[in-house]
Every structure is written in structure tokens, then in C-alpha cells.
């Protein structure tokens, strides 16, 4: 089982970027499949989450070619072999590893097929609820079982179904859920609906206009009609935005510090982070340098003492995957930090809820839990602890973060689970941990292949 060691930093000066973003690259590889050519897909993220689907999709017809792959990992330039929106039926049970997104998404895709498809997961995945897309897409037509050990929860069996469209209001503000209902739309009679609570991440929105499927937006309502074909494209994923929230909630709590990450996706559904730190007193610029399909810029900040704030109840699903890096940050500031309407958080890959209030108090720091959030009193003085990720990368990695803020040493178990989302976040904290700030000391390896 490995493991981070991590002491206090007295500097941080960096310029590097982070690999690319997993919702896009899920996103990019199931419609690169369901296009009528061949995409290149470039910098996408060879994390295991990502890697699943792209095997999935592959499994169901559409093979890839790697061009050049992260040492160690896989994949980050690649070509993809759409199949015109006509897939086969996969020759085995089709593992989604870690990945919420993975599955969901891929539920929507397989509801409306001619055959029929079983989904599984790890430990984690199975125990997170599904009901959220199978209930819609039953609403379509969809026949999906949930054969887990808990209700509602994988392994799904998705049969052979016809689907018809519906408008669906969403119970709770998902991307997920959205893009499952709307993948499963593509392939249903007539135009279908989902009206969203409130504003959600619109990575698949945008991606369809680059493949040119239209779709309609009336407020928070999108539409979709069902046999459009997806236009193969060429797409660039930009950098992970919730991966470098690590490193900006760093640089962030340090005064003196400079960071600047590149090529990274501005997209405004997700940065809701960077007001939240800016709120909080760090100084920081963003910079678009390209914005066909999805925004990308640099982000560049400067650490400062930083001040509690409150979390905006609809900041919070923009930014719901930054939370528990963000609670870090509040703990490091002077006063309350206020984060609730976030229960969601209590079915992500672990219970983020408690997973961060646990780990937060073992390293001295004041925290109150509600049902829907928590409540931090910053500024007391943290030490190192061991942590436990309990298998859920974003709480290794946030707790890394804490560490570089901590006296004496903080290790954090169970580590491997950070490869679902960020390949080569070691090499980046090891990088700072020992104050280096040359470009190429956070240079990943790649390899070309023929
Ligand atoms: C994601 C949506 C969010 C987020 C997840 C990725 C996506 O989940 O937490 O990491 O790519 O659509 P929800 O849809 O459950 O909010």
C-alpha cells in the first residue's frame, strides 16, 4: 500500500500544468466512439477512471490507437474510431473501476442499445447510489436492474430497450445524472428534456457542439433530439482544474508564494474555486488564451493571509469536487468558513462529510459537521497526523496539501487511488515538497509510440 510523507514548506514558486480533465475525457472518449470517423483526442487523461471508459467504449466497437502515452499510466494522445452511433454488444461484463462519472454516463449510452450490457465497479462505485439515472431512464424506457448488495446500487444489467424522449426534472443539481439522461436522448424518438436545479458543469453541452449535435438551452432546461450523428472532430482536453485546486490552495495559504498553472480549463461551470480563494484574500489572475469548444488559460496566484468566507449555495455544485480542498484552506485562514447545502459530498467516492472533518480535527483543527456540510474555525496551528484516504483520491490529495502547512510529518495511507484522477500527482508533490521551481522538474514523461 503506498503512502505520502509530507512536511511544512517555507516556499512555493512554480510554473507547470496539471494533466487533463476527467470530465472531459470521459466525455470526449464515449462521443469520439459514437462518431462517424476517426477523432484525435489530445491530452487526454490516462487516469484509471478515464482509461475504463475509453476500454468500455472500446469493448463496445470503438477501438483506439495510442500516439504518445504518460510513462507508467497510458494514454494521452490518441485516436479514437467512431462507429457512426452504432455499437456492439461487448463480449464481457464491463468494469467502470472508481468511477461515478464512468458509469453513469455510460448507463445513459447503453440504455437505448439493441443488446444488452452489465456494468460493474469497485467497492466504492458499488456502493454509490444509481437510482439517480436509473430512474429517468426507466422513465425512457429503460429496462436497468441493480443487482448490488445495497439498494439500488451496481452492478447494472441494462437490457435491450426502445427509448422514448421525456422531460425530466432533476431532484439534485448533476452532471452526471444530466449527461446520462441526455447521451441516453440520442438515441430516443423525438427531443428530450432536463431541467437542471441549478447550473451543473457543461462539459457535455459543449462537447456535443463540437461533434454538432445541437442542443437547445431555455434557462436551466436542456434539449436534445434523438438521431443526430456525432461529426468526428479533433479535440484538445485541457488541464484539470479541480486537479490544480491542490495546488492553488497551496500557493494560496503561503504569502509570498507564486504559482502559475497552464493550459488549464477555465470553463466557468468550474470556476467557481478561484472566486472562492480570491473571497479569501489570495491574489490571482486568469487568462483565456483559447476558448473554441472549452475555455483554456493560465491561472497565476500569489499567497496571502487568508480570511474565512461562505460558501454560496450556488457555488457549490460548480464547485463540489474542490470542497475538501477547500475546507484545507479554511482551516490555514483567520475566522469561519461556512460550506453548506453540500450533501451531496456524502456520496462521493467516500463520505467527503466526514472523511474531511475527521482528518481535519487529527490534524488540530476546529471543525463542526452538519447533515450538509461543515463549519471550520480557522487558524489554529496544524500538526502532522496519519490519514487514511479511505480509497478517495481527493481526500489523499487534499490532505497532502494540508501537510505542507503542518508541524512534524503527515502521512497520508492509501494512496493509490490518486491515480484514478491525477497520474503523477506524486511527481508534483515531491517537487514542492522540496521547494524546486524549474519547469522541467514537473515535467511528466512521456513516451511516442510508432
Ligand atoms: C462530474 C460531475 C460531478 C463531479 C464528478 C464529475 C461529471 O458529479 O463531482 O467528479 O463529469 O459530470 P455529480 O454529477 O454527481 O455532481
Redesign the pocket.
Known amino acids: 500500500m503506498s503512502e505520502f510523507r509530507v512536511k511544512a514548506i517555507s516556499n512555493l514558486h512554480a510554473e507547470f500544468s496539471v494533466p487533463g480533465d476527467?470530465?472531459m475525457s470521459?466525455?470526449a472518449a464515449i462521443l469520439g466512439g459514437l462518431s462517424n470517423g476517426t477523432c484525435t483526442i489530445r491530452n487526454f487523461l490516462p487516469s484509471e477512471d478515464c482509461i475504463n471508459t475509453l476500454n468500455a467504449m472500446r469493448a463496445l466497437g470503438a477501438t483506439y490507437e495510442i500516439l504518445d502515452s504518460l510513462e507508467g499510466y497510458g494514454p494521452v494522445n490518441l485516436r479514437i474510431h467512431g462507429q457512426s452511433m452504432r455499437l456492439s454488444q461487448a463480449a464481457a461484463p464491463i468494469d467502470c473501476g472508481n468511477a461515478?462519472?464512468g458509469m453513469?454516463?455510460l448507463a445513459g449510452l447503453l440504455a437505448g442499445q439493441t443488446f444488452s450490457t452489465e456494468l460493474f465497479g469497485d467497492a466504492s462505485l458499488s456502493s454509490r447510489p444509481m437510482g439517480?439515472v436509473t430512474i429517468p431512464l426507466g422513465q425512457m424506457g429503460a429496462t436497468i436492474e441493480t443487482r448490488g448488495e445495497k439498494p439500488g446500487c451496481a452492478p447494472l444489467f441494462i437490457h435491450a430497450a426502445k427509448l422514448q424522449a421525456i422531460t425530466y426534472e432533476m431532484p439534485?443539481?448533476?452532471?452526471?445524472?444530466?449527461?446520462a439522461v441526455l447521451l441516453a436522448g440520442m438515441f430516443a424518438e423525438g427531443k428530450t428534456t432536463v431541467i437542471q436545479p441549478a447550473e451543473?458543469?457543461d462539459?457535455?453541452e459543449r462537447m456535443l457542439a463540437s461533434f454538432h449535435v445541437s442542443t437547445r438551452h431555455e434557462g436551466n432546461a436542456i434539449s436534445i433530439y434523438g438521431g443526430q450523428i456525432p461529426q468526428s472532430c479533433d479535440f484538445t482536453v485541457p488541464g484539470d482544474i479541480?486537479s490544480a485546486a491542490f495546488w492553488l490552495v497551496a500557493a494560496a495559504a503561503l504569502p509570498g508564494s507564486r504559482l502559475l498553472i497552464k493550459d488549464v480549463g477555465l470553463n466557468p461551470t468550474r470556476t467557481a474555486i478561484l472566486k472562492v480563494l480570491s473571497r479569501m484574500g489570495a491574489h490571482m489572475s486568469e487568462i483565456v488564451h483559447h476558448s473554441a469548444g472549452e475555455p483554456i488559460g493560465n491561472i497565476e496566484i500569489h499567497g496571502a493571509a487568508l480570511k474565512g468566507t461562505t460558501i454560496l449555495i450556488e457555488e457549490v455544485?460548480n464547485l463540489?469536487?474542490e470542497i475538501p480542498v477547500i475546507a484545507v484552506a479554511a482551516a490555514l485562514a483567520q475566522g469561519r468558513t461556512i460550506i453548506r447545502n453540500a450533501k451531496?459530498l456524502r456520496?462521493?467516492e467516500t463520505d467527503r462529510i466526514t472523511t474531511v472533518v475527521e482528518g481535519l480535527r487529527a490534524m488540530g483543527a476546529h471543525v463542526d459537521e452538519f447533515e450538509d456540510g461543515m463549519e471550520i474555525e480557522g487558524g489554529q496551528p496544524l500538526h502532522g497526523a496519519t490519514i487514511d484516504s479511505c480509497g478517495d483520491h481527493r481526500i489523499a490529495m487534499a490532505f497532502a496539501i494540508a501537510g505542507l502547512f503542518a508541524k512534524g510529518e503527515t502521512v497520508i495511507k492509501n494512496t493509490e487511488c490518486v491515480n484514478t484522477s491525477y497520474p503523477g500527482f506524486s511527481h508534483h508533490l515531491n517537487a514542492i515538497r522540496h521547494e524546486r521551481s524549474s519547469p522541467a522538474d514537473f515535467t511528466l514523461p512521456t513516451t511516442a509510440h510508432a
Open positions: 476527467k470530465s470521459h466525455r461515478g462519472t453513469r454516463l439517480r439534485m443539481a448533476s452532471a452526471q445524472v444530466k449527461s451543473t458543469r462539459h457535455t479541480s455544485p463540489i469536487d451531496e456520496v462521493k
